[in-house]
């Protein structure tokens, strides 16, 4: 395979395990210096070391802005002010996120904070890094239940991603002039630790493929070809968009 980002520095939230970790891991075999940012510290040194030698990692919670900013400090100071950021951790509070009339005021807050408030904190060092450097991209792991009704008990989880798709539009018009894009994946069900409330349980499990025309769940390798075109110039015209890769969940 072609090394498509060597000219790049990327950052992916949430790089510890799962989608972001896939993701970074293949960025790391397309040529670009990556760094593995997640609040799990130890995990994500561990996935970077695994990964390559070139690869970094930072200690980076998104929802604490001294903590955004002093990862993003870090890189600047070693020479590794990324042009692509991959906004991607996030949080599903399972047991806890609700219909709203069921919905706890804590549980809708941490929500938001780490999933909405962590994607608005990334975004902004990410975009003063990207202003000194004339340029960059921006990658927002959204959600089907950000358009659809497909999260209907999962109000705060659901909310928080139709927040972010918003502050991707929102930031990729702002910015468009300047070199900076922004993009959202749309991910479906994909069956990383984040959803295994739903896939330890047949019934939900069965529910939720059922709503899939493919007929099956997402892997994170499904995701990692749009994140490659993302970040690479070959998408270089796209921005402030939305890019499904759903098995054609939204497409019912
Ligand atoms: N799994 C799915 O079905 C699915 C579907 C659509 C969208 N998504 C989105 O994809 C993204 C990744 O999900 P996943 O399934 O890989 O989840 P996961 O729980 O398996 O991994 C999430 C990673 O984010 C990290 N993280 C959590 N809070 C953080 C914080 N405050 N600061 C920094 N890191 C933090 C965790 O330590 C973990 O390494 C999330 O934004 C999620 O909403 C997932």
Known sequence: MSERLTTKT??????????????ADRFVREGARVVYA????AGASAAATEADSSARSVAMDVSDETS???GFDELAGAGWTPDVVVVNAGVQLFGHDAEVANLDLEVWERTIRVNLTGAFLTTKYAVRGMLELGG?????TGSPTA??????????YSSSKAGMHGLGR?????????????NTVGPAHTETGLVSTIVNDPEARAAIIARIPMGR??????LEGIYVFLASDESAFATGAVFPVDGGMTTL
């Open 68 to 70: 955004v900013a002093a």
């Open 10 to 23: 990327a950052l992916i939230t949430g790089a510890a395990a799962s989608i972001g970790r896939t993701i």
């Open 217 to 222: 769940a997402g892997a994170p390798a499904d």
């Open 147 to 156: 358009v659809r009704g497909e999260g209907s008990d999962f109000t705060a």
């Open 38 to 41: 997640d609040r799990d510290a």
């Open 136 to 140: 960059g991209s921006i990658i927002f």
């Open 170 to 182: 929102t930031v990729a018009a702002a910015y468009a002039s300047r070199g900076i894009r922004v």
